[in-house]
């Protein structure tokens, strides 16, 4: 709750703990004419009947066991009176003239008041909704705190608990006692607490009473001091350091049943009182909280209590501020109003707000509170949607903002309030319903440009996008270069897909797309399919030999392998190094029949998403997976998960993006709903041919929980490479394992101040995910970071294929994917570029970093140096890429020679 309505509760007392309440007793004590008429208005006639009361009762009872008190501060008063009185001595004074003060204050009659119409402008007593009072009868809780075993007194107390129908616990030490309190604990929070206050040397009783009164929500526990009997009976027995501790009672030290039980009733009662009043105060604080209008209520004083979250977003002040002048914080006609007394008013008031200059001026409403004649509360409600009028006027977007958007729309839908409270009454709270209400929490008495900060943050929050990438204005950034754009378009945003004019009739079969017309490549991968077996000669064992390393020579392995790199380096490093057959308890057999069956299922037409690829990515993810980071994190099963899902990742591959399939109604975008559709459809093609077949089924010795957790992995891992995610799967890696320095923009806008790696969250199993993701992410795109002669070849590869589909478009009519994307006019430098400043860079500092690996960040960055050097030397197409390439090879070899 952002009210305080502890300040309602006890103002009193803080009134007067602003100087000594000893000092504040005697300053009103001696004045015949209180300086305030309405407070001695409803003092003066209960003072000297209570007052009366409790003299009798202390002269008829004060050999008796018990001794009460009250527990509002008018009684607290007159107990110090009477309790001066009998003692003949006051803390403030002792002087005969100070006794005889003090006794004229407590003979004030009526009659003394001035003759002021105070009954014409003081509210009648107001009714307290009784509703909101009820208490229902809830059994006794009673904690009792005695230091000493086996105290008699203690199990007297103890057994009245239990013959009133309650439950008791005995604990010896104040700190068991104030563990009674914690949240954390099973055992309900006492009502009432009895505590042995009879020797000061085995514990000290006031100070845990102001401990257990300091903790939260504690104001309705009954605090009752046991105290001897013999220096209850002493003349210098001094009641008021128990009220000022916190006590609600003294008991004198009995072991008489009848007595106990007579207490413990009363206690019970007292107890449940008071939680109904401070649970009532509790709601209307928390309905005052949630009222969009500015609400304020005052004591007799004309002291701010209490402000609604309203009014503090306004005012710039802080909930919890403690009782301050009304004067500081509003002027005009309603300050006097609200001094006045009169029961209801209506007047402008100028609120003047703490972070800037300016105030505000506002219609408000006053009105009175009180219990009996006399004012105890005023409070002051002003018009939110004036404030908002009053902002739209001035043109600013301050802080209250936030707030005149929701009186706007709640004001003007009131269909929607209902169901929005009806959404509230829901036992749902999202995580980010909770950071935005955090958030909103820390802008109270926040400086402006804190505010600001965290409003923007809020706004963005608040739109379901978070991760949804928006194109940086960065001037080192080609942001204008069309290609570049065209393809990190085509690459992360789902909007193209709606670009669906026209169309032609989809294809029915991925593998029948527009590359299947190439028979002569498909017959050469069939014959190899029936021959394969895993025989090495002995260029192949030299290259397979550097499996491991990062230049590893993939396209000599395709080239040796006929177009099978995938199943090769697969048993070499499954079946080898990683031993993915023990992790799966199967034999290398069925492994080499998976990786045939895969491999196969790869479209070996494709120029660039074909089995090379997969073999592309497998190594990329088997060298990460030999650092010692990934070594430490991840399990033989995980990483055996990896090396499937590098494998499997884009099998059955059209060499057309996810975009072209829809635009092109091709079945499996229906099948998939347009929603990642290559990546649900080689996830799941992967389990359908893996549980097909026996003799390829790697799973098949799996325990079913081993199963599903090996399958949940893959197919994470496998959806994870969808580009649309991208910048979710690297902000949350980066959220994760970065920490920014201190000391970033006051806007909170990006800066490019260094992230610090930070390895605190890394056992925890969700964050082993992100890592898993980032990590096939990471190799799926590692071509780029590759030394320059493969990285080159990678963009050849892309490029032919990109041309292919924009082809494949122009031909049946499709709408263009990546227009850009066209042989004749194509820059494949720029495309380049491109790719690595708005994909790789920042992804492949953050994996680098993480994994220990620096030459991912060199090798992008003298890959995006030479594309540069080659696009201002005006190359474009892939011919002349290709030559600059060869020119440059043999520049090198000459200068060697
Ligand atoms: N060197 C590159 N240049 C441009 N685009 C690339 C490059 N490497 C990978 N990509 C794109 O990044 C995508 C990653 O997911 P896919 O393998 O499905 O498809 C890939 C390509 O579309």
């Known amino acids: 709750m952002g009210c305080t309505p502890s300040m309602l509760l006890d103002h009193k007392n803080r009134r007067d703990s602003t100087g000594s309440q000893e000092a504040a007793l005697a300053k009103i004590a001696p004045t015949p004419v209180c300086q305030n008429k309405a407070v001695q208005a409803a003092r003066a006639p209960r003072a000297s009947l209570e007052s009366d009361g409790f003299s009798i009762q202390l002269s008829s009872k004060k050999d008796s066991y018990v001794s009460q008190m009250g527990n509002n501060f008018a009684t607290q008063l007159h107990i110090k009176r009477i309790s001066e009185k009998l003692h003949g001595e006051g803390s403030s004074s002792g002087s005969p003239g100070a006794r005889a003060g003090r006794r004229s204050s407590l003979a004030l009659t009526p009659e003394d008041e001035p003759l002021v119409d105070i009954a014409n402008r003081s509210p009648p007593p107001s009714q307290v909704p009784s509703a909101l009072l009820y208490a229902p009868a809830e059994p006794l809780e009673l904690l009792c705190v005695f230091p ?17 129908g309650g439950e008791s616990r005995a604990v010896r030490s104040a700190r068991e006692a104030l563990d009674a309190f914690r949240r954390d604990q099973d055992a309900k929070q006492p009502h009432v607490v009895v505590i042995d206050a009879r020797q000061i040397q085995l514990m000290d009783a006031t100070l845990l009473a102001r401990a257990i009164r300091g903790m939260k929500n504690t104001q309705h526990v009954i605090l009752i001091a046991v105290v001897k009997k013999s220096a209850y009976l002493k003349d210098d027995f001094a009641v008021l ?34 939680r109904a009043q401070i649970g009532a105060v509790a709601a209307l604080a928390a309905a005052a909280d949630r009222c969009r209008d500015l609400v304020a209520v005052t004591d007799d004083q004309q002291r701010i209590l209490l402000t609604n979250k309203s009014w503090c977003r306004v005012v710039g002040s802080r909930l919890e501020e403690g009782p301050r002048p009304l004067t500081e914080a509003i002027s005009g006609e309603a300050l006097r109003l ?8 209506e007047a402008p008031i100028m609120l003047r707000r703490r972070a800037t200059p300016d105030s505000v001026l506002l219609p408000c409403r006053g009105s009175s509170v009180a219990l009996n004649r006399s004012t105890s509360h005023v409070v002051l409600v002003c018009e939110a949607a004036s404030v908002m009028e009053g902002e739209r006027a001035r043109g600013s977007l301050h802080s209250i903002r936030r707030g005149s958007l929701d009186v706007r729309s709640v004001a003007s839908d009131g269909l929607r309030r209902t169901s929005l409270a009806k959404l509230q009454g829901l036992p749902l709270e999202a995580p980010i319903t909770k950071v935005i209400s955090l958030l909103s929490t820390a802008t109270e008495g926040a400086p402006p440009s804190t505010v600001a900060c965290i409003e923007r943050a809020v706004d963005m929050l608040r739109t379901s996008e978070l991760y949804s990438p928006q194109m940086r204005e960065d001037p080192k950034m080609r942001t204008e270069d069309p290609i570049a754009t065209d393809l990190i378009g085509a ?32 017959v050469r991968s069939q014959a190899n399919r029936t021959n394969m077996k895993h025989k090495t000669t002995g260029q192949l064992r030299e290259v397979l030999d550097t499996a491991l390393s990062w230049d590893f020579e993939i396209f000599r392995l395709e080239d040796l392998t006929r177009g099978r790199p995938l199943t090769h380096l697969g048993l070499t490093l499954m079946g080898g ?4 057959c023990s992790a799966l308890e199967c034999d290398e057999r069925t492994l080499l029949h998976w990786l045939t069956i895969i491999e196969t299922n790869y479209h070996a037409v494709n120029t660039y998403h074909n089995s090379t690829h997969a073999a592309d990515v497998l190594q990329a993810v088997a060298f990460f997976l030999e650092k010692d980071r990934l070594k430490s994190v991840l399990e033989p099963l995980e990483a055996a998960a990896a090396l499937i899902s590098a494998a499997a990742h884009d099998i059955d591959h059209p060499g057309t993006s996810s975009a072209f399939l829809c635009n092109s109604r091709h079945s499996l975008a229906i099948l998939y709903n347009d929603v990642c559709v290559l990546e649900s459809h080689h996830a799941a093609l992967t389990f359908k041919l893996t549980l097909n077949d026996d003799r390829v089924n790697i799973f098949k010795n799996l325990d079913r929980d081993t199963y599903k957790n090996v399958r949940h992995n893959v197919i994470d891992m496998i959806l994870a490479t969808e580009m649309t995610k991208h910048f979710e799967h690297l902000a949350k890696f980066v959220n994760v394992f970065y920490a920014r320095s201190s000391g970033s923009k006051e806007d909170g806008m990006q800066t490019d101040e260094p992230l610090s790696l930070d390895t605190t969250a890394l056992t925890s199993p969700e964050n082993v995910v992100l890592i898993k993701r980032m990590m096939i992410k990471c190799a799926d795109v590692s071509n780029a970071s590759r030394p320059q002669k493969f990285a080159f070849e990678w963009a050849r590869r892309i490029a032919e294929e990109y041309f292919l589909q924009t082809d494949e478009e122009k031909a049946k009519d499709l709408p263009v994917v990546m227009p850009m994307f066209d042989r004749a006019t194509c820059s494949i430098p720029r495309s380049q570029i491109g790719f690595i400043d708005y994909i790789i860079i920042d992804m492949m500092e953050a994996w680098a970093a993480f994994i220990d690996m620096p030459e991912l960040v060199t090798h992008a960055r003298n890959n995006h140096a030479r594309w540069r050097e080659l696009d201002e030397a005006g190359v474009t197409t892939i011919a002349d890429v290709r030559r600059a390439q060869r020119q440059a090879i043999t520049n090198t070899n000459t200068t060697e020679e």
């Open 491 to 522: 690459l992360l945003s789902r909007e193209q897909l709606n670009t669906n004019l026209a169309y032609m009739q989809g294809t029915t079969n991925v593998l029948s797309s527009r590359r299947s017309s190439n028979d002569s490549t498909v």
């Open 577 to 580: 190094r990683f031993d993915v």
């Open 148 to 164: 000493e075993r086996g105290s008699r007194v203690c199990a007297a107390a103890c057994s009245a608990a239990a013959r009133s």
């Open 241 to 274: 350091p128990y009220l000022e501790a916190g006590f609600n009672r003294i008991m004198v030290e009995t072991l008489g049943a009848s007595a106990w039980c007579a207490e413990m009733l009363q206690a019970r009662a007292a107890s449940a009182t008071a």
């Open 338 to 345: 609200a001094a006045s007394g009169v029961r209801e008013w």
